[in-house]
């Protein structure tokens, strides 16, 4: 077993020499072998000698680290994910910038939510006399021009996206809030799911468990800002779309509030339940695939809650959970 340190970074071309060897490797978190490094030393200074020692001890302590996997998909999902979440940065500034110009333009200036071909009407009605004015529109008309190319270029990686999510076989996209770039960023960053024990170590990783920060008889927990970013964001915008429309994840968070939380604390919890969801979804998967491979048919799942993103489901809200038990991995269930 090989220990490499940020598989996904600089760590990647030894680890794919690796795999090409038949040699099993295993993705250490940097942050990790620098905690281990810090306990180890008593100080956080790195040489060759002591970046070794850290990863390797965290290689064989550590339960439920990423086997690395030398697969097409997963190395062409992550290039099209990131592609995609450009286009909608470059979007949104257009966006910004557009609704600057509109202000200058227009009284008022345009709605919130504005469409290239919304804007390209209201611009048809300006016809500004001065010279700051003409340019303030000329500039609008190229922007509504770049948000129509943006947008077109948007559908086609959102298509592309769709087409290599389906020949995996995966049903994150049936769930509420998960769009083809959520899925994605899922399927490359989880890896095997089964490498987390239960949905709390899982929690654990995505950074929506809480912390526990009792002290005495005051009992109380705090936000995580620990756990994959990357995911912790996944969570978020299918909770944010969840919110925004009559859905479970809606009603939820509404009697959660009612019970006297706070929008805070309601929308932390609401992400833990989801978190909870995202993990069962992925065992249903792997457990099917066990059975048909990828892209098979799916069968009838007993466990509606699994599919149908249902934040009411009998999830736990734990804190961080212990130290790893002898057999950390999930088995999984069998495939309906």
Known sequence: MWAVEGCNGIGRHVALRLLADREQVIDVPPRLSARVRMFATGQGRKTDVTDAHSIALVGVRMAGLRPVVNDEQLAVLPVLADRRRALGEDHTRMVSQLHHLLLKLIPGGAKKDLSAAQAKKLLATVRPRDAAGKTRRRVAAELVSDLERTYARKKAANKELSQLLAATGTSLTGLNGIGP??????????????????????????????????????????????????????????????????????????????????????????????????????????????????????????DSSAAGSQPHTSSSDKPLPGPARTHPRTALPAAS
């Open 181 to 302: 770039s959520g899925a994605a960023r899922l399927l490359v960053e989880v890896g095997d799911i089964t490498r987390f024990p239960d949905n709390n170590h899982f929690a654990s990783w995505t950074g929506t468990a809480p912390i526990d920060a009792s002290s005495g008889d005051h009992v109380r927990h705090r936000l995580s800002r620990g756990g994959n970013r990357q995911i912790n964001r996944v969570l978020h915008i299918m909770a944010t779309v969840q919110l925004r429309n009559p859905t479970e994840g809606r009603a939820f968070f509404d009697r959660t509030k009612a019970r006297g939380k706070s929008s805070n604390e309601a929308m932390r919890l609401l992400k833990r339940r989801l978190s909870d969801i995202v993990f069962r979804t992925m065992l249903a998967d792997a457990a099917r695939q066990m059975t048909t491979g990828p892209g098979g048919q799916q069968g009838d799942d007993s």
